[in-house]
T-cell receptor, first 114, second 119 residues
């Protein structure tokens, strides 16, 4: 079975500063990796996904993530955050070639401070 | 439709009551998923449908939980004899085309969820 660990439950950051949200996964097979964002009282929205190929993945809203197989990590980064990025971010893992059953982490709340 | 919709958005039930939660997926989406999101946690998989077939129900926590998708579009998640530990947000997601495509996967589109509170 696969699992996901998001080490930080909350991350405060000043507006226009860079941010990194950490995600580590565990799996005995090849995986797909995802980052989702959840705004208050809304469903989850896909930010980006890694399936194969280039380890640097670019997503929406200026976010990117890098797949590091040796460190089993998939950290999310943004060079300059906006107030509107305040939300909860979930990392998720699925089995490569599988039917998309994904396992989510516990989430990281990003608080952007004006 | 424009997106995945769920109803009701909020449901308060007394312990022991039965509840039914509805999901309207994006038109034409073959795959449908239900997740349970407890307070402060990430979503946890409950069950998966491909058209009307329920191919995986391994995440349903007990036999009080039942899901159906009889015509391959709208789905209903039913919880019988609700307990306080059932309080959570129930999320529905849909995707297309069929997921078993070699070397690819398809984006799941999530609905806003139904917040269930059992008193």
């Amino acid at each position: 079975a696969q699992s996901v660990t998001q080490l930080d439950s909350q991350v405060p950051v000043f507006e226009e500063a860079p941010v990194e949200l950490r995600c580590n996964y565990s799996s005995s097979v090849s995986v797909y990796l995802f980052w989702y964002v959840q705004y208050p009282n809304q469903g989850l929205q896909l930010l980006l996904k890694y399936l194969s190929g280039s380890t640097l993945v670019k997503g929406i809203n200026g976010f990117e993530a890098e797949f590091n197989k040796s460190q089993t990590s998939f950290h999310l980064r943004k060079p300059s955050v906006h107030i509107s990025d305040t939300a909860e971010y979930f990392c998720a893992v699925g089995i490569a070639g599988g039917y998309q059953k994904v396992t989510f982490g516990t989430g990281t709340k990003l608080q952007v401070i004006p | 439709g424009a997106g995945v919709s769920q109803s009701p958005r909020y449901k308060v039930a007394k312990r022991g009551q039965d509840v039914a939660l509805r999901c309207d997926p994006i038109s034409g989406h073959v795959s449908l998923f239900w997740y349970q999101q407890a307070l402060g946690q990430g979503p946890e998989f409950l069950t998966y449908f491909q058209n009307e077939a329920q191919l995986d129900k391994s995440g349903l926590p007990s036999d009080r939980f039942f899901a159906e998708r009889p015509e391959g579009s709208v789905s209903t998640l039913k919880i019988q004899r609700t307990q306080q530990e059932d309080s959570a947000v129930y999320l529905c997601a849909s995707s297309s085309p069929p997921p078993r495509t070699s070397g690819s996967t398809d984006t799941q589109y999530f609905g806003p969820g139904t917040r269930l509170t059992v008193l």
